[in-house]
């Protein structure tokens, strides 16, 4: 799609869908907790919601210019989009391959003042060492977790990034730091929640939100079911508190070990803490596979590119202090990891391919 379009009023005026009950609709695919391909349904009225809040949020006006980046058939590309026309403002497409250098000299020559980007790339401009250009003022991070410390060194090299956290049933953004936030020492949470989400958190401790951009329903297998309540149940566990969301991992990451609970991620950020910032994310990852005994096993899994010292040296210590139920197999080394478009690690295909390689 031409993202010139979404910056006209034609398009966001046009009712045409594919389906009576789809009319003035966009579908976003997604595979969803469980891996099934589907569709969410977000209407047109709930991405300009969004477009709006994170907009004032931001402090973007008509004289501002947004940089796209991300594909716009995911919904974190198509809101940079949305916003451009909410606000009146240019919209800048990065159309080349990505490479840190070429898109720090294009957000200068272009003047964009707001982007949106992943944790990936941010790992890509720091350890480029490339400072931000002076017209960028906000610099969104989104589609996973960004480590402190890089969040930091992105910080300290002029970068003015500001984590959010968000879904594509939420039309993007559920809560971002807020540019006053750019004068304090980077942290990756809480996160404040923009004006217009109400999140509460359920027995589980699920988060579950709701709000004018919120989703209208799935499609799966070309078949529409709508959104029965006006409050969305997530899988995702967090912290809310006055407002703000400090998440901490999904729920159906959760594996059962000897009879404890465990999480991956948990043990993912605590490798990376015990290897001092040698280790990092999104090249390595911590799968489970099953076990007759302890119901479950971890596994280890670095890429190639990972320094066999860093990886030995890691897991040592870890070793040191895990007890018996979180200790972890012999590592695996994979040449790829499988990965979305925007980064993200495919975790079930990762799985898959470490039983192959283990038996």
């Known amino acids: ?52 809040a994170v907009n004032r949020h931001l402090a973007v006006t008509p004289a501002s210019c947004w940089g796209l980046v991300l594909p716009l058939h995911h919904v974190g590309g198509f809101g940079v989009a949305a916003r451009a026309y909410e606000a009146g403002c240019k919209l800048q497409q990065f159309a080349q391959r990505w490479e840190p250098g070429i898109f720090r000299d294009w957000l200068e020559t272009s003047g964009v003042t707001h982007t949106s980007l992943v944790p990936t790339q941010v790992h890509d401009l720091v350890k480029a060492g490339l400072t931000s250009p002076t017209n960028l003022q906000a610099f969104v991070v989104g589609g996973g977790h960004l480590e402190p410390a890089t969040g930091q060194a992105a910080r300290d090299l002029g970068w003015p990034v500001l984590t959010s956290y968000g879904m594509t049933e939420a039309s993007s953004q559920i809560a ?69 969301i400090t998440p901490l991992g999904r729920a159906d990451t959760l594996v059962k070990i000897l009879g404890e609970l465990v999480d991956p991620e948990a043990i993912e950020r605590e490798l990376i803490s015990l290897s001092e910032g040698q280790l990092i994310p999104g090249t390595f990852a911590v799968i489970t596979i099953p076990d007759e005994r302890a119901g479950s096993a971890l596994v280890p899994v670095f890429e190639t590119s990972v320094s066999r010292q860093v990886i030995d040296s890691t897991l040592a210590l870890y070793e040191k202090q895990a007890p018996g139920f979180r200790r972890l197999r012999p590592a ?28």
């Open 176 to 244: 971002t730091q807020t540019l006053a936030s750019l004068a304090h020492p980077y942290q990756s949470a809480p996160i404040p929640l923009l004006p217009i989400w109400e999140a509460r958190v359920s027995s589980d401790g699920l988060l579950e939100i709701s709000g004018p951009a919120l989703f209208s329903g799935y499609v799966t297998g070309g078949k529409f079911t709508p959104r029965e309540t006006n409050w969305h149940a997530t899988s995702d566990r967090v912290l809310l508190e006055n407002r703000t």
């Open 332 to 359: 695996a080394v994979i040449a790829d990891f499988p990965r979305s478009e925007l980064g993200k690690l495919r975790r079930n295909e990762l799985a898959v391919m470490v039983r192959l390689q283990t038996g």
């Open 1 to 52: 799609m031409d993202a010139s379009l979404l910056t006209s009023a034609e398009f966001w005026n046009e009712p045409a869908s594919l389906s009576p009950e789809l009319t003035g609709h966009v579908l976003f695919e997604t595979s969803g907790s469980s891996g099934r391909p589907k569709s969410v349904a977000i209407s047109k009225p709930a991405l300009l919601a969004s477009a709006a």
